[in-house]
């Protein structure tokens, strides 16, 4: 398996601009989590899905922001406008929902700066 | 909701030496604690989990304790190496989602 795909690596854009970042979980796992990350506020959750339902969006900072999961193996966090608070590192992972099985398993992350 | 603290934010020593990282976590539902490393630019990778129904788990140079009373649970980590170096995150884990702590550098000198 091909683990957690992210695309893009790397983004750069100007302040205002639309940004669309992408994630496929790996194959089998019911359970999709955003997270962004910076040296100020650490590791922080965005919002989770459990079979493709969105179930908790209380970590999405402001309306700016929004995710969707339209099927099974694949997810979208999309920020409109983007600002330059909004520069971090944003992580997709996935993990299987089951009793004993809830190792979650991180993407290589997207880099974001907002000029 | 849960809350995860961790202690220390840096952590320095010397190559051989052990190193221990401290979480405390608030709501007694959580039942999974996995163990993060984060090294410069890359992704959090799991390098040890412990369920509510274990008190100690090791693999090799590292091991993770669990003390539901007390709701706190550590990493032990001996004979460090500089490979070592790396930025480690705890977690609790209930009603399917991850609460992280803030993460501590760990330094390994050689």
């Known amino acids: 398996d091909a683990g957690v795909i992210q695309s893009p690596r790397h983004e750069v854009t100007e302040m205002g601009q639309e940004v669309t970042l992408r994630c496929k979980p790996i194959?089998?796992?019911?359970?999709l989590f955003w997270y962004r990350q910076t040296m100020m506020r650490g590791l922080e959750l965005l919002i989770y899905?459990?079979?493709?339902?969105?179930?908790?969006d209380s970590g999405m900072p402001e309306d700016r922001f929004s995710a969707k999961m339209p099927n099974a193996s694949f997810s979208t966090l999309k920020i409109q406008p983007s600002e330059p608070r909004d520069s971090a590192v944003y992580f997709c992972?996935?993990?299987?929902?089951?009793?004993?099985?809830?190792?979650?398993?991180f993407g290589p992350g997207t880099r974001l700066t907002v000029l | 909701g849960e809350n995860v603290e961790q202690h220390p934010s840096t952590l320095s020593v010397q190559e051989g030496d052990s190193a221990v990282i401290k979480c405390t976590y608030s709501?007694?539902?959580?039942?999974?604690f996995p163990w993060y490393k984060q090294e410069l630019g890359k992704r959090p990778q799991l390098i040890i989990d412990?369920?509510?129904?274990?008190g100690e788990k090791k693999d090799q140079r590292i091991a993770v304790t669990l003390n539901k009373t007390a709701k706190h649970f550590s990493l032990h980590i001996t004979e460090t190496q500089p490979e070592d170096s790396a930025v480690y995150f705890c977690?609790?884990?209930?009603?399917?989602?991850?609460?992280f702590g803030s993460g501590t550098k760990l330094n390994v000198k050689p």
């Open positions: 709501d007694s539902a959580s039942n999974y």
């Open positions: 992972a996935s993990s299987l929902r089951e009793l004993a099985l809830n190792e979650q398993f």
């Open positions: 977690a609790g884990y209930n009603f399917n989602k991850f609460y």
């Open positions: 899905f459990n079979n493709n339902v969105p179930i908790d």
């Open positions: 412990i369920r509510s129904n274990v």
């Open positions: 194959s089998g796992h019911n359970s």
